[in-house]
């Protein structure tokens, strides 16, 4: 019996940490376009339900904020395209390190977005 509930607190422990992280932390991501996919790095920083963070682009790094409400993540973050801002705005769903979703690219158009945590390696 000790051991079972041994068991089950540690279980209950790991499950806490994990969702006490939230998504801190820096992801690679990608997104369709129509030039094609995209692929960059983003570093997010979760705060309760506060979403905030930096978009890493070849073209600039650019602020996001957003929102994360249990599984359910939405953020945004606006670009320089040909002299115009354009915003993107990106929601999905998140299973552990992982979480798919959509782009709305300026309220245009919508596609694929996805991004997984990047691997912490310990020294």
Do not use: C, H
């Amino acid at each position: 019996m000790k051991k079972l509930f041994l068991a089950i607190a540690m279980s209950l422990v790991a499950a806490i940490s994990v969702s006490a992280q939230g998504i801190t932390g820096e992801w690679d991501a990608s997104m369709n376009t129509p030039g094609g996919a995209r692929t960059f790095r983003i570093l997010f920083k979760q705060d309760g339900e506060k979403l905030t963070g930096t978009v890493k682009r070849e073209a600039g790094d650019a602020p996001l904020e957003g929102t994360v409400t249990g599984n359910n993540v939405k953020f945004a973050y606006s670009i320089n395209y040909g002299g115009n801002p354009v915003t993107l705005t990106m929601t999905a769903v998140l299973a552990g390190d992982e979480m798919k979703g959509q782009v709305d690219i300026a309220s245009q158009m919508q596609d694929a977005f996805s991004a997984k945590r990047v691997a912490v390696t310990k020294p």
